[in-house]
């Protein structure tokens, strides 16, 4: 069961209406402009990608309900994007979250996902290790890091520390 389902959650969970919709609302797409369509083709690609795993809520979603089971509030969860310790991406000016990396009881994140980002750092950005992530990688047989991530923990890390290195040039 994902976090991201009400029904799973406790506490002020009525005054939150956390639904995740495929597309955000609040822009008309404009196919005229190659890179915006492209970038939200990528999105779109994203969202398909991480559904198995719980999908991607929104920053200010997550916040909302760290607050409403008293696990933190937008001030730590801030903290914790800007110090590397949860992955986020940036699209159509909101903060995504990749669900796999949340506990669901804590809403934190845990020692596999920390340790994979500090080998991703300064390499990727929030994007490019979202996108990373579900790329089938040679490093992993063709395997894509996500999947390989609660087993193969030591595998995954060499394949992120060899494509971090490589992108670093």
């Known amino acids: 069961m994902s976090i991201l ?26 196919v005229s402009a190659d890179g915006v369509a492209k970038r939200d083709a990528a999105f779109v690609a994203l969202l398909n990608a991480y559904r198995a795993t719980g999908g991607l809520v929104r920053g200010n979603d997550l916040a909302h309900l760290m607050a409403s089971r008293a696990s933190g509030d937008p001030a730590s969860l801030s903290r914790s994007m800007a110090a590397g310790e949860i992955l986020c991406f940036d699209w159509n000016e909101t903060f995504w979250i990749p669900a796999f990396q949340l506990d669901r009881e804590s ?6 996902t920390r340790l994979l980002l500090a080998e991703l750092s300064g390499a990727f950005d929030g994007w490019a290790a979202a996108q990373w992530l579900v790329a089938a990688n040679a490093w992993l047989g ?28």
């Open 5 to 30: 389902n009400p029904a799973s959650w406790t506490g002020a969970a009525d005054e939150y209406p956390y639904v995740l919709q495929a597309i955000p609302c609040g822009h008309p797409a404009r």
């Open 107 to 112: 809403l934190g994140t845990g020692q596999a």
């Open 142 to 169: 063709e395997r894509t890091p996500l999947e390989l991530l609660g087993t193969h923990l030591e595998a995954v890390l060499d394949a992120a520390r060899a494509d971090s290195f490589i992108a670093r040039g």
